[in-house]
């Protein structure tokens, strides 16, 4: 009985999407002054999120959204229920996309400029999150999306669900989460007690080290194969599932969990 009413529900909100055929878009951009503002929030739903970092003194977001209705001027009604907000409490600026519930589909991306040394915390759903040379740390989170990092540094944390991880030429402590989908990093630089803690799903994690690496790695799957190479390490365990080696002294740690899918921890090149 619980599956059937789920089965209805999911078919009555679809029959109401298909209600909802015209596609508006609008964009507006904001500017701040970025003196002072030491953390950058941004949050929104069903939209991407992109943040590069630029040598100017002021963020620049760019919010790009769109609302569906039966027509043209139903749609322009629509567009009103969604609200762009900002908020400056001590030095973080908070922006945000609000937008109704139910079955018309809202929408809204951002595209954010800021100085590299700004720290961020984003959210969307059903959206990427890319960020690019940002040095600040980051927390991102999304859902059914992916999350791509690309010459950033500090600490960063990042989730998702059904979406990959890629961590391009990363320096510092990284946190990285998903599930059905593949983990792909690339780290520059991990400095003593800098930690590592990967995660996935039916996914492959790949992990690629710098050559003057102190770590200890412990590595476990369900399924698949797990393979260290390119470093001496020593071996603590070693069993088909399950490796804990160290590499040089040991002074961080990084963890990496997998179902039904390899791991390879390799120097990068």
Same mark, same amino acid.
Do not use: W
């Given at each position: ?119 961020? !915390?984003?959210? +969307? &759903?059903? $959206?990427?999150?890319? =960020?690019?040379?940002?040095? #600040?740390?980051?927390? @991102?989170? %999304? /859902? *059914? ?11 960063? !944390?990042?989730? +998702? &669900?059904? $979406?990959?991880?890629? =961590?391009?030429?990363?320096? #510092?402590?990284?946190? @990285?989460? %998903? /599930? *059905? ?30 050559? @003057? ?57």
């Amino acid at each position: 009985m619980e599956n059937q009413l789920r089965r209805l529900l999911c078919l009555t909100l679809l029959a109401a999407a298909c209600l909802y055929t015209y596609r508006l878009d609008d964009s507006a951009t904001y500017t701040y002054a970025a003196n002072g503002v030491r953390v950058l929030s941004a949050e929104t739903r069903s939209g991407d999120i992109t943040v590069t970092a630029t040598p100017d003194s002021v963020i620049t977001v760019i919010a790009q959204e769109y609302a569906y209705g039966r027509d043209r001027a139903d749609a322009e009604q629509a567009m009103r229920n969604l609200v762009y907000s900002d908020t400056v409490i001590g030095t973080e600026l908070r922006v945000r996309e609000s937008m109704p519930g139910g079955s018309r589909p809202y929408g809204a991306s951002f595209t954010i400029t800021a100085p590299e040394s700004i720290s961020l !915390s984003l959210a +969307t &759903t059903n $959206g990427d999150v890319t =960020v690019q040379n940002m040095v #600040g740390g980051i927390s @991102a989170t %999304t /859902t *059914n999306g992916r999350v791509e990092l690309t010459g950033t540094a500090g600490t960063a !944390s990042v989730s +998702t &669900t059904n $979406g990959g991880l890629d =961590v391009k030429v990363h320096s #510092g402590a990284l946190y @990285a989460a %998903t /599930t *059905n989908a593949a983990v792909d990093c690339d780290l520059a630089a991990l400095r003593p007690a800098e930690n590592v803690s990967l995660a996935t799903t039916n996914g492959k994690v790949t992990l690629l080290l710098p050559d @003057a690496v102190s770590a200890v790695i412990d590595v476990t799957n369900t399924s698949g194969f797990l393979t260290i190479y390119d470093f001496t390490a020593v071996y603590e365990i070693q069993e088909e599932h399950h490796l804990r080696a160290r590499i040089g002294s040991g002074a961080s740690t990084i963890n990496i969990t997998t179902t039904n899918g390899n791991v390879v921890v390799r120097r990068r090149s």
